[in-house]
């Protein structure tokens, strides 16, 4: 079974500051992974996806990710935060064999300092 | 292009009466579609899903229960709603795996927020 990991509850960076969002997996094989992010009482909204290849992935609204086999990880990453930034993100994993239901991390919280 | 509508985005119910959540999707065909909840402050709890007409998986023993009457229609249902049953319901939708979409990404709607009180 895949299990999602996002050891930091809260994360809190100063607006202009960079990011990086942690996320670990655990999978036997090669996971479809996902980062979706959430504002205050709104839906989810995709932010990237990896399935295969280039294991450094870009994403809407500046993120990014990359898949680091080795380390089970799959990290967010943005260069420069927005206060828009503010949200909830979460980090998914989903099988490659055909399963219908991705697992999802607890989520991390960011909050981002003028 | 595909979206996802459900309703309604509100609702507050005195405890033991009935509930009634909708979510519709657009723009594709035999989708497999989800209910999930936030409580405040945690994480997403998969409620049901279903990979076609009348095909409902629950995940969790509840007194909630999901129809899908049509194959584009997925609805959340109590006969009698409980304190605990309050918190953010989200419908969201996925292709079949391996479909031109990329299988198990999963579209969120807007989420309705449910008080019990």
């Known amino acids: 079974a895949q ?21 670990n997996y655990s999978y036997g094989a090669t996971p479809y992974l996902f980062w979706y992010v959430q504002s205050p009482g709104q839906g989810l909204q995709l932010l990237l996806k990896y399935f295969s290849g280039d294991t450094l992935v870009q994403g809407i609204k500046g993120f990014e990710a990359e898949f680091k086999r080795s380390q089970s990880s799959f990290n967010l990453r943005k260069p ?3 206060w828009s930034d503010a949200a ?6 989903g099988a490659s064999g055909g399963s219908y239901i991705p697992t999802f991390g607890r989520g991390t919280s960011l909050i981002v300092h003028p | 292009s595909q979206t996802i509508h459900q309703w309604p985005a509100t609702l507050v119910q005195p ?12 723009g594709t065909s035999n989708p497999n579609l989800y209910w999930y909840r936030q409580a405040a402050g945690r994480g997403l709890q998969l409620l049901f899903y279903s990979v076609g007409i009348g095909q409902i998986s629950s995940e969790v023993p509840q007194n909630l229960s999901a129809s ?3 194959d584009r229609q997925f609805i959340l249902s109590s006969k009698k709603l409980l304190l605990s049953d309050s918190g953010f319901y989200l419908c969201a939708w996925s292709s079949q795996p391996g ?19």
């Not at chain 2, 009466?17 to 999707?25: A, G, I, K, N, R």
Request: aromatic residues 8%; negative net charge; proline residues 5%.
């Open chain 2, 68 to 70: 899908r009457p049509q």
């Open chain 2, 99 to 117: 479909g031109l979409l990329g299988g198990n990404t999963i579209y969120f709607g807007e989420g309705s927020w449910l008080t019990v009180v």
């Open chain 2, 15 to 26: 405890v033991g009466s009935p509930l009634s959540l909708e979510c519709t999707v657009e």
């Open chain 1, 3 to 23: 299990s999602v990991t996002q050891p930091d509850i809260h994360i809190t960076v100063s607006e202009g500051a960079s990011l990086e969002l942690r996320c």
């Open chain 1, 88 to 93: 909830e993100y979460f980090c998914a994993v």
């Open chain 1, 80 to 82: 420069s935060v927005h």
